[in-house]
């Protein structure tokens, strides 16, 4: 069975503090993502990994970074904490496949807290 | 960007009743995936549609094309079914191509 791991379940962070959300998976898969989930919104994707050190832009990245250097593990990074960041940050991983097409394997999720 | 609309946003349901899930995008694709949420954050993938229909179980998903609708269809439903519902849609290009719906929240009544 494909395994992500995310960091923590839980995370209660100050404003400007500089926040890191870390996901691993296991089953050598190319592709890693990092989404936000809100009420009423859905889930919404802030960057997208295809392989190490590569990295492309989602929906909302402002805010944001990542940072890959090995295959299997891909980084959140939250510069300066807002409180607007508190949201449930949730990990997936794929195969390559064609595009974006495959399926996604996700994590448990982070559910972040912004005082 | 394709946009994906999910109905009903919420449903509510008796155990053993037969459940319609309906999702709608705007933009030809190349794959559909219907996803499933339990309460705790856990999301699990439970079809990958690019035409036709697929079965596992209870569930049978099914995709027309032509008229960019999907459907995901829940028979004998049990309260262990209660979930958010999750349809995403892949049309290409990358990230841009990668939408989401809003999600289903159904709860079945035992």
């Known amino acids: 069975d494909v395994k992500v791991t995310q960091s923590s379940r839980y995370l209660v962070k100050r404003t400007g503090e500089k926040v890191f959300l870390e996901c691993v998976q296991d089953m050598d898969h190319e592709n890693m993502f990092w989404y936000r989930q809100d009420p009423g919104l859905g889930l919404r994707l802030i960057y997208f990994s295809y392989d190490v050190k590569m990295k492309e832009k989602g929906d909302i990245p402002e805010g944001y970074s990542v940072s890959r250097e090995k295959k299997e593990r891909f980084s959140l990074i939250l510069e300066s904490a807002s409180t607007n960041q508190t949201s449930m940050y949730l990990c997936?991983?794929?195969?390559?496949?064609?595009?974006?097409?495959?399926?996604?394997?996700f994590g448990p999720g982070t559910r972040l807290l912004v005082l | 960007k394709n946009e994906v609309e999910q109905s009903p946003q919420n449903l509510t349901a008796q155990e053993g009743e037969f459940i319609t899930i309906n999702c709608s995008y705007s933009?030809?694709?190349?794959?559909l995936h219907w996803l499933q949420q339990h309460p705790g954050g856990g999301i699990v993938s439970l079809f990958m549609?690019?035409?036709g229909k697929k079965k596992h179980g209870r569930l049978i998903a099914t995709i027309n094309i032509q008229e960019k609708h999907s459907s995901l269809h829940i028979t004998a439903s049990h309260p262990r079914d209660s979930a958010v519902y999750i349809c995403?849609?892949?049309?290409?290009?990358?990230?841009?191509?990668?939408?989401f719906g809003k999600g289903t929240h159904l709860i079945i009544q035992p």
């Open positions: 549609l690019s035409s």
């Open positions: 933009v030809g694709i190349s794959a």
């Open positions: 997936a991983s794929s195969l390559p496949g064609l595009g974006l097409s495959e399926t996604q394997y």
């Open positions: 995403a849609v892949y049309s290409g290009g990358g990230a841009d191509g990668l939408t």
